[in-house]
T-cell receptor
């Protein structure tokens, strides 16, 4: 079945450093969504990418969808303590099934 | 405010007992979902419903049951057949189901502990 893996599983950074999480699918995706879950909270939708090679930006966050539509990345520039949380990708593959990645937990230290 | 309400936030049960988790939405969304979250495993789909009186099994449906008698409500029952029921359960909804794959709106979750 469809599998979506994310790396790294954990990342500790100093405030002001950059952060990137990578999402890799075993199958070609029609679209990919990104969610953020704060500690003790629930996932909140951030963005959806649909086109091959698409790049979208939200302030300090940059999202990319690979040319082959099998991978994606989220890059945060100059992290802040408010960026703390777990970031999930979720891809739609065969059968229009949405599969969540394993998540990357980000900790930001002052 | 529109949203998804899950209750209770914390739930404790003895092994062998069935327990029902509540999920209500006032977003007028057609599709509703139940996910289970365990540390390091992301979110796994238990059941989903794209329309009233219809629902489908997700990836880990064994030991769970659902109903969708009203558009607003999608309760999940964790039965005694579920081997490892202790987990964080998240209910979600979206305006439409597949193939639209519109973004999911999540409730605050119910943390179930079975001893």
């Amino acid at each position: 079945g469809q599998q979506v893996m994310q790396i790294p599983q954990y990342q500790h950074v100093q405030e002001g450093e950059d952060f990137t999480t990578y999402c890799n699918s075993s199958t070609t995706l029609s679209n990919i969504q990104w969610y953020k879950q704060r500690p003790g909270g629930h996932p909140v939708f951030l963005i959806q990418l649909v086109k091959s090679g698409e790049v979208k930006k939200q302030k300090r966050l940059t999202f990319q969808f690979g040319e082959a539509k099998k991978n994606s990345s989220l890059h945060i520039t100059a992290t802040q303590t408010t960026d703390v949380g777990t970031y999930f990708c979720a891809g739609t593959g065969g059968g229009n099934k949405l599969t969540f990645g394993t998540g990357t937990q980000l900790k930001v230290e002052l | 405010d529109g949203g998804i309400t899950q209750s209770p936030k914390y739930l404790f049960r003895k092994e062998g007992q069935n327990v029902t988790l509540s999920c209500e939405q006032n977003l007028n969304h057609d599709a509703m979902y139940w996910y289970r979250q365990d540390p390091g495993q992301g979110l796994r789909l238990i059941y989903y419903s794209q329309i009233v009186n219809d629902f489908q099994k997700g990836d880990i449906a064994e030991g769970y049951s659902v109903s969708r008698e009203k558009k607003e409500s999608f309760p999940l029952t964790v039965t005694s057949a579920q081997k490892n029921p202790t987990a964080f359960y998240l209910c979600a909804s979206s305006p439409h189901g597949t193939p639209d794959n519109s973004p999911l709106h999540f409730g605050n979750g119910t943390r179930l502990t079975v001893t």
